[in-house]
């Protein structure tokens, strides 16, 4: 019911920026809550940062001040500003959306990912 779409990887030098997009479509509400993660090769899916629909933010400690969640809820877009890049950063990033209510309460979807790589 949801399709969620990154944009916005690509290959970056240390120190580098980047802003990653994911476009939702399909059954979205405006209510949900929405989320990037990434995966590493070997590595288990992390979270990198959320954001709720009245912008309340939730960031992982690596991010250290570096990264930036928006949404734009009329546009049923999320962002990433992914700022002073180190190369472990380097991995796979994938948006989420996860149902708040009242419709498939705690249903996660998944975009199928953008590849950021960050070199030395």
């Known amino acids: 019911q949801v399709q969620l779409v990154e944009s916005g990887g690509g290959l970056v030098q240390a120190g580098g920026s980047l802003r990653l997009s994911c476009a939702a479509s399909?059954?979205?509400?405006?209510?949900?809550?929405m989320g990037w993660y990434r995966q590493a090769p070997g590595k288990q899916r992390e979270l990198v940062a959320r954001?709720?629909?009245?912008?309340?933010?939730n960031y992982a400690g690596f991010v250290k001040g570096r990264f930036t969640i928006s949404r734009d809820n009329a546009k049923n877009t999320m962002y990433l500003q992914m700022n002073s890049l180190k190369p472990e950063d380097t991995a796979v990033y994938y948006c989420n959306l996860n149902r708040v209510g009242p419709v498939e309460y705690g249903m996660d979807y998944w975009g199928k990912g953008t590849l950021v790589t960050v070199s030395s």
């Open positions: 954001i709720t629909s009245g912008g309340s933010t």
């Open positions: 399909g059954r979205i509400f405006s209510i949900d809550t």
